[in-house]
């Protein structure tokens, strides 16, 4: 057994880069303000001190072309972890991600490999508005050739980041904004969790709730206050959601034959829709009541703290969504 | 000797450049008091820019900003009770409080909006100095941009088409030196980005951003152009920030005798002391003036304290067609 530390998940974070780069010469990092400043949620502090500028780079604003520099380095060799400040500012290197890393290998027959991940925050956070504020993981998990992490504890966030910066393909690796300060105990030294392996973050045999990113932390708390009412609830972290794990849903599913999909992004089109559609097509048998999902609304992020609060699942929402469910379908 | 300037036209510059330098002071005030949250980057020591360039202007023409907007907001022209109300999310705030400092537009009075993407003005400043040759507006469209945002894309692309169609479009690129802690130098080798306007074959100026008359005459000789041969113009003017790059950032890699130099060329001390040396106006005349702004924006906080929040009905209403 490996000696437990408590740490923040943006440590965790920072430690993953720094053993990786530590033990492989190929790996380096860039972004905006990365280095002296140790980014904007500062993952990156002191890593310019011991790999030096050429290894811990900070770019020019100009996202579209160093992030196309991250595909060619990674097609000529070098292992690239690229930052975007906000996951929103991805939009600014769609041709990059989708047209190039992502279909490279496929384009090559298999002979090239962009082994290039690409470290990025999303969701609301504390007033940030429209455009800062984004969960934009549906539009990568559209694309074949991105895999697609998105840790919710400290010890994830170390093991996944390893993983990924190991993994020959590119990965697309959302962080959450409110989750950078959330401490967890972490295993010192090296390990990794392989990219899709789920976790099941809590037991429970009436609902079964499947959840990623910050909908981890407020499911949990939601099935804490739930337990008390005597509901047992379950909660399944995906934590890569490409490659998904099917099997570790949908035993939960057979298990507790009801399902809440908890996501913080908007319904229209998101993750939790098509997640819903395999389990239906796999397991239709076992479900007692129809699955539901517990979304953000159909609309940019409001400024107003408020209105904020409305558009994304809350963890009063979560409770009586699992109070509804259970409730209604149990006799 | 012979004044340039009249005493009304000075004084409202002067005014406009107090304005925004009590607004950001108070406005960070009421931030550090909870009433503000999210994003704020203040416009402190580039008054100038926004004021000179305004001036220039009249309500026909188009003027986009960039995140460090609130300057360009008020040299255009915004009310400041909507603007105040906006920053605290309330509803009479220019956007209902769904926008927040980095969205703030006025189309009634040709403001494009704030932005939060850093560049993201530029194609559309473009795309009003496009719409007003299209339709033979007389008019040119402004666009606020950095030099952060000179190393996007859209730049370089933006200003090329913008030459390339002949445009009445003016790039004002706010060169404080700085992209958050990053100087210039370190993200761009040649850091005269004039010379990046030249290299397109743009009519280009380098000028002093802290004097509020270079800038407004700047921007009449760039209007002049655009106008009589033809656009676009590029106006590089070089500023600082009195601070970090956003209220939590306290700046401390601002180095001192840079920040002192250009503590020493403050523009609204700089406007203040043309009012009494050469204008002739007395001390107790322009307190006169400082006071009305100070009361205007008293008043501005005031009726945005007071101001109510949009309901989740109401809101829930405006976004059913999402
Ligand atoms: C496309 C994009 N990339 C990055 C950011 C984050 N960001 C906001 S302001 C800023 C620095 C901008 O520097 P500059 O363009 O010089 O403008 P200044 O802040 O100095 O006025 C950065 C990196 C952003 N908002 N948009
Ligand atoms: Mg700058």
């Keep these: 057994m490996k000696e437990m530390k408590e740490l923040m998940y943006r440590e965790a974070l920072n430690h993953a880069l720094l053993e990786e780069m530590r033990s492989d010469d190929t790996v380096f990092i860039m972004g905006e303000g990365i280095a002296e400043r140790g980014g904007s949620f500062k993952v990156t502090v002191d890593l310019l001190n011991e790999f030096g500028a050429e290894r811990v780079i900070d770019t020019p604003i100009s996202e579209a072309s160093f992030t196309g520099a991250g595909v060619g380095a990674a097609i000529a060799g070098m292992k690239p972890v690229v930052e975007i400040l906000f996951s929103d500012f991805t939009m600014l290197i769609m041709d990059q991600l989708v047209n190039q890393a992502a279909k490279f290998n496929f384009m090559t027959g298999g002979a090239g490999n962009v082994p290039m991940v690409l470290r990025t925050q999303g969701g609301v956070g504390n007033g940030l508005a429209a455009q800062h504020s984004q969960s934009l993981e549906a539009i990568f998990y559209h694309i074949p050739g991105l895999k697609l992490v998105m840790p919710s504890t400290p010890k994830d966030a170390k093991g996944l980041l390893k993983a990924a910066i190991r993994d020959k393909h590119p990965v697309i690796f959302l962080e959450h904004k409110l989750l950078y300060m959330n401490k967890g105990l972490v ?35 939601a099935a804490e206050k739930l337990e008390k009412e005597g509901i047992s609830v379950e909660v399944v972290d995906p934590r890569t959601l490409v490659p998904l794990d099917k099997e570790t849903i949908l035993e939960s599913v057979r298990k507790t034959e009801h399902v809440i999909i908890v996501q913080e992004a908007i319904r229209r089109g998101g993750i939790g829709s098509d997640i819903a559609s395999i389990i239906q097509e796999e397991v239709f048998d076992y479900l007692n009541a129809p699955i539901k999902i517990v979304a953000g609304l159909n609309t940019p992020v409001p400024f107003n703290l408020n209105l904020e609060k409305i558009v994304v699942p809350q963890e009063e929402d979560i409770i009586s969504a699992v109070q509804d469910l259970v409730g209604v379908y149990q006799e | 000797m012979e004044l340039k300037y ?62 460090r907007g609130h300057g360009h907001c008020i040299a255009n022209g915004a009310n400041l009770d909507k603007m105040i109300a906006e920053l605290l999310g309330k509803k009479d705030g220019y956007c209902k409080g769904l926008g927040g400092s980095m969205h703030i537009a006025d189309t009634t009075k040709g403001n494009l909006g704030a932005n939060g993407i ?117 106006i590089e003017a070089i500023t600082f920030r009195h601070g970090g790059h956003h209220v939590n950032d306290p700046g401390l890699y601002l180095p001192k005798e840079e920040l002192d130099y250009y503590m020493s060329k403050d523009p609204v001390k700089f406007a203040r002391k043309y009012l009494i040396d050469d204008l002739g106006l007395n001390e107790s005349e322009v307190e006169e003036i400082d006071s009305g702004v100070n009361k205007q924006i008293e008043d501005s906080i005031e009726f945005a304290k007071e101001n109510g929040e949009m309901s989740s009905q109401e809101f829930l209403k405006f976004i059913e067609n999402y």
Aim: with cysteine; glycine share 8%; charged share 25%.
């Design chain 1, 187 to 221: 295993p010192d030294g090296d390990y990794t969790i392989e990219l899709g392996k789920a976790d099941v973050k809590k037991e429970g045999s009436d609902v079964t709730i499947i959840a990623w990113s910050n909908m981890v932390p407020r499911s949990l708390a």
């Design chain 2, 6 to 67: 009249s005493k009304e036209f000075v004084t409202n510059v002067y005014k406009t450049l107090l304005t925004i330098r009590v607004f950001e002071t108070e406005c960070i005030k009421l931030y550090r008091q909870g009433f503000i949250r999210g994003y704020f980057h203040p416009y402190l020591g580039e008054e100038a820019i926004a004021v000179g360039v305004c001036a220039a202007l009249t309500d026909k023409d188009y003027i986009t900003s960039t995140h």
């Design chain 2, 118 to 234: 850093v560049g993201a003005g530029i194609p559309i400043g473009i795309g009003a100095a496009l719409a007003t040759k299209i339709r033979k507006d007389d008019a040119v469209a402004v666009t606020f941009s950095s030099d952060g945002a000179a190393n996007n894309g859209v730049f370089s692309e933006g200003l090329n088409l913008a030459a390339a169609w002949d445009l009445p479009f003016i790039m004002v690129l706010e060169n404080n030196q700085y992209a958050v802690s990053t100087p210039i130098k370190e993200s761009t080798r040649e850091v005269e980005l004039v010379k990046r306007g030249e290299s397109l074959g743009v009519k280009s100026f380098r000028i002093d951003g802290n004097n509020v008359f270079e800038v407004y005459e700047t921007t009449k000789e760039a209007i002049r152009i655009c106008k009589e041969e033809k656009g676009p113009v590029l």
